[in-house]
């Protein structure tokens, strides 16, 4: 069969490939096209887009690239017209991806649209939940709690497992030694870096005995992180599992990369730049904008918070060292989040979730 498959993200690009690659163990004859990162092309896809032309985070950045965003859509459509894909398969990516679903929807009606790693409704924008319910016909989810979400509305969605729990359940470094070592990962689009780097690097650097070491996406040129680093600082590309295993602590801009530190196992606080926060902006927006108790993945499925939070105004130079303090040198602060990390783990389960992924889209021909 087949298969179109869109991924904006170097996480994405990861769940995507492995994804890709389980289908291929029952349609040995799979053919995938899309837009996607260097490993959807190491796994067989060939890529009409790249994410370094995709990942575009926040208002400004978009506007700022809209002639590039609305190149990606063109082409985007003109391949799917000329490829006509059995299945479109969304992997995260929501406000490009919900577009071209009903793109999908209205020109290539036999097709069939299945969101993996759908929008985060159960945070904000809610009433997506509605449109993601007409244009899908399937919903495949990695968060054991939004399956529930979905069905108070009346809406089916598949809890098919993490993929970055599956992910690093297959990595399991063994005897890798802790190093005096302060791990930053500052994102993986170049304005998070940009606005996230150096702070973290500031903070860092207030603690003289430890090495500090940058892990880095693949798909950012590494002139974008080198231009804040001094001779000492170490950036290393593509490695982040093993660079968080070694690491003491980390400094992780929220995302995905929160929920892989906890599940390495490695003492964490969490940051987040929002462009002009303050106080007074905060405490207006923050009711409105989200619906949620915590910002982090970690905190979210363990409905408490496990690592600190420092998200728009309180994402400073100052907070981030006081955190610094308590988990390079406060052991009980460090052993109860190392807990808590176990129970986040145990909620997430063991499905491998790129394989029950797959069961489900190929059910969708049987």
């Known amino acids: 069969m087949r298969y179109f498959i869109i991924s904006g993200e170097a996480s994405g690009d990861r769940h995507a490939s492995m994804l890709m690659s389980s289908i291929k163990k029952s349609d040995h004859d799979a053919e995938f096209v899309g837009m996607g990162g260097a490993m959807m092309h190491s796994a067989g896809c060939r890529l009409v887009q790249t994410i370094d032309k995709m990942a575009y985070m926040g208002v400004v950045a978009v506007v700022r690239n809209i002639n590039n965003v609305r190149r990606n859509f063109r082409i985007a459509q003109s391949e799917l017209i000329t490829f006509r894909p059995h299945v479109v398969i969304l992997v995260d990516y929501p406000s490009f991806n919900m577009k071209i679903a009903k793109y999908c929807k209205k020109h290539l009606p036999d097709t069939k649209i299945v969101y993996y790693i759908p929008p985060k409704v159960w945070a904000w924008k809610t009433w997506r939940i509605h449109t993601i319910n007409k ?15 979905y069905s108070r509305f009346g809406y089916t969605a598949h809890y098919v497992g993490n993929p970055t729990k599956e992910e690093i359940d297959l990595y399991r470094p063994s005897k890798i030694q802790k190093e005096n070592i302060i791990a930053l990962l500052p994102g993986s689009r170049k304005s998070e870096i940009e606005n996230c780097l150096p702070r973290m690097l500031k903070a860092a650097r207030k603690f003289p005995d430890y090495k500090i070491v940058v892990a880095a996406s693949l798909n950012i040129d590494p002139k974008v992180y080198n231009r804040y680093l001094l001779g000492n600082e170490r950036l290393i590309c593509g490695r982040t599992y093993e660079v968080l295993a070694r690491a ?10 929160t929920l892989e530190t906890a599940l390495i196992g490695t003492p964490q606080v969490a940051v987040y730049y929002i462009a002009y926060s303050t106080p007074l902006l905060v405490k207006i927006f923050k009711p409105i904008l989200f619906k949620i108790p915590y910002f982090t993945l970690v905190n979210l499925i363990a409905s408490k918070e496990v690592i600190k939070e420092l998200v728009a105004d309180r994402f400073t130079v100052e907070n981030m060292i006081a955190v610094l303090e308590k988990l390079l040198y406060e052991k009980e602060y460090v052993a109860t989040m190392e807990r808590e990390y176990k129970s986040v783990s145990t909620i997430l389960g063991d499905k491998s979730a ?6 489900e889209i190929l059910t969708l021909f049987e």
């Not at 016909?137 to 979400?149: C, G």
């Not at 602590?249 to 929220?254: K, R």
């Not at 790129?354 to 069961?359: D, I, W, Y």
Request: aromatic letters at 10%; glycine letters at 4%.
């Open 135 to 149: 244009l899908c016909d399937k919903v495949l989810t990695i968060f054991p709690f939004e399956q529930d979400f």
């Open 248 to 257: 003491k602590a980390a400094i992780v801009n929220s995302g995905t990369a």
């Open 354 to 359: 790129s394989e029950c992924a797959a069961r």
